[in-house]
């Protein structure tokens, strides 16, 4: 069994629309939100290969996740390429790698995520299952 996460989603953007709004704070906001009251999002980024990309999450200050994402590769508006570590709020954590792309399709964008690498079926699995959330609400920040 592949420990390789994959999800694509149909955009109603330009790439580079999309691209700019999802490597922008409030993009970043978006992508790791949630509604739900008390909600915590903390992002800051460098976006340049090497630079840094590190959110804290999670539903309170007392319980939050890290990502300290590194880029590797920025093709703009068609590609990043991130060394992600994340940290969970027992203090564990795990790397693994994770792309983003950004494809022209008939006037919008097929956006891809593939993350690999992860230590077990159970891990990728749970990241499978926030990740339509993810783009659900980035989607609707690109919403006219």
Do not use: K
């Not at 009251?37 to 007392?62: H, K, L, Q």
């Not at 996740?65 to 990043?80: K, N």
Request: net charge negative; proline share 7%.
């Amino acid at each position: 069994m592949s420990r390789e996460l994959r999800y694509e989603r149909l955009v109603q953007a330009s790439p580079a629309r999309v691209f700019d709004l999802f490597t922008s704070p409030a993009g970043q906001r978006e992508f790791y939100g949630n509604d739900a009251p008390g909600w915590v999002v903390d992002s800051r980024c460098e976006v340049r290969v090497g630079g840094a990309w590190e959110i804290t999450f999670g539903p309170s200050r007392g319980e939050l996740y890290r990502h300290l994402h590194v880029f590797e590769a920025i093709e703009r508006p068609r590609r990043l390429l991130l060394a992600t570590t994340e940290t969970r709020p027992d203090g564990s954590s795990f790397s693994f790698s994770t792309e983003f792309m950004f494809a022209p399709r008939d006037g919008a964008t097929l956006m891809t995520i593939v993350q690999w690498g992860f230590p077990s079926d159970e891990l990728r699995d749970e990241h499978g299952r926030g990740v339509p959330h993810a783009f659900d609400r980035l989607e609707r920040a690109l919403s006219p």
